[in-house]
């Protein structure tokens, strides 16, 4: 029997982890590891994407979906580099991600040799918690073990660098020697508890005002239930981060949904009336959207003390587990017995809904991008995981998806990069193969990486137990977000050699892969369209050709503010007139109930 290798050893180790999927892309730089996968019967599994940034992007998914830490593996020199993307939104948006690279063998080193980069410097930015080389076997257990365990402890993207000689040598074990360095695996987590004298100062804080508000982020996970009881004793409506969408369901009449430039008019009624705030679980950076300075009394909980005190004034700053700090608080809150405040916010969020039903139907041509969503929100099982991506798609993910029951739904929160839609509800099935998954993915993202990565759905989908993978493209040939940011933030026209796009026909490159392929160029067409798409038995791509005039009008907007970006619009932009009345109809259609 040949001697167990270091490669060998490697995926032992990630197995002991309960580690079932690597995604990666091979190259020379870890042909050892690739033959330990082949000995190996290829367990754990690793999945190919069509390159490497694709690779962390589906680990990052994997992770985000799956309730664990997800592992992207590449090549030395270029598939290194290529990671770097992918592991920034692992890191911006605080996921486990533990990225394994080859680098050239190590007498190579220094030499300036082939594909060989200086990838600890490399990675000291984006793996800052941990990043480290392997360069004798015995230092593989304690490196590996340490780069899980920070990823976890962290929540955030660590790097093992293995050089292509060490991955062939025979594995030998730490000893019980001077300057060897055993490790164990595993780890049992604490429930941390707030101090209790802050608890009660928090209770008397909150239980102070009248006009309660919360805001919940993705630290809010797993304590639905505790904040539902606060809201409840408070009367407080609760507003959520992105990353939180999915915490509380939309079906709550005092959830006002989404905050922000993305957010709704609700939330933002919300935060600017409000005489007390309860922040859970979010680092939502945009102060503009917060209460103003001097007007709430505030508290803050995370379960991290690096990122409490951020982004505002806070009076008091809890550190612990959500849930827990959230339970220990409840028997101290008094209970608020005016339900005025309460009242309102249910109004507002009834009259908001019924603003996007109206908005949804403003026609358009040929498709309202908004209808896409509506549909979509009505249809989609309550199990569903859903991810957008960066562009317009984030703002009606935002706003239009009313989310309930189980789902999951997650995008690049804060690094708000381009291109991980697709590759997300990859990692996504292979973490829940059993639930169905949406992409929501502007044309411009599916042309910068999402069409290849279809090939890699097409390589993998009959494995999951549940095929329903939805692939819906927003296809109006343009970059739409940053052309209606350059209007309004920039005051510019539209320049179409950077924001036009050529016109790529997504459902037949998607046919051509032998998934059902769907385009939609009618409103009425939508419908059915979803249909098919959710009952169908294998994966789907609509192309749905929406509007790229359909304003994405933040909730602060005023009517006169719109019209005067439409005159500013006249100096030269080729969409003008289209702008021009599909926002004025957007915005009638949310201010005056009953307008079409």
Known sequence: MAAQTVADYLLERLRAWGVQHVFGFPGDGINGVLAAFGRADNTPQFVQSRHEEMSAFEAVGYAKFGGSFGVCMATSGPGAVHLLNGLYDAKLDHVPVVAIVGQTARSGMGGAYQQEIDLLSLFKDVASEYVQMVTVPEQLPNVLDRAIRIALAERAPTAIIIPSDVQELEYSAPTHAMKMVPSSLGMQWPRVAPDEAGVRQAAEILSSGTKPAILIGQGARGAAAEIEEVAEILGAGVAKA????????????????????????????LMMGCDTLLTVGSNFPYTQFMPPFGQARAVQIDLDGKLVGMRYPYELNLVGDAAT????????????????????????????????????????????????????????????????????????????????????????????????????????????????????????????????????????????????????????????QVTWEMRAMEGSPKFAESQTLPDV????????????????????????????????????????????????VPPHATLAEMKATARALMHGDEDRWGVVKEGVKTKVAELLPGSD
């Open 242 to 269: 992105l990353l939180g969408k999915d915490v509380l369901s939309d079906e709550l009449p005092w959830v006002t949904g989404s905050i922000g430039l993305l957010g709704t008019r609700p939330s933002y009624e």
């Open 325 to 480: 700090t959230l339970r220990a608080l409840i028997p101290h809150l008094r209970r608020n017995e005016s339900r005025e405040w309460r009242a309102g916010i249910e109004s507002n969020v009834s009259d908001w809904w019924e603003a996007m039903d109206r908005e949804a139907e403003v026609e358009a041509e040929p498709v309202n991008p908004q209808l896409l969503f509506h549909a979509a929100s009505a249809q989609l099982p309550s199990n569903a995981i859903v991810a957008a991506d960066s562009g317009s798609s984030a703002n009606w993910y935002a706003r239009q998806l009313k989310f309930r029951g189980d789902m999951r739904g997650s995008l690049s929160g804060t690094l708000a990069t381009m291109g991980p839609g697709v590759p997300y509800v990859i990692g996504a099935k292979f973490a829940q193969p059993d639930r169905p998954a949406v992409a929501f993915v502007g044309d411009g993202a599916m042309q910068m990486n999402g069409l290849a990565e279809l090939i890699t759905v097409k390589h993998y989908w009959q494995q999951w137990s549940d095929p329903r993978l939805v692939v819906a493209v927003l296809h109006n040939n343009d970059l739409n």
């Open 505 to 552: 026909d997504y459902a037949a490159f998607a046919a051509s892969l032998g998934l059902q392929a769907i385009t939609v160029d009618d409103p009425a067409q939508l419908e059915d369209a979803w249909r098919r798409a959710l009952s169908a038995d294998r994966p789907t791509v609509l192309d749905v050709h929406v509007d790229p005039n359909v304003p994405p």
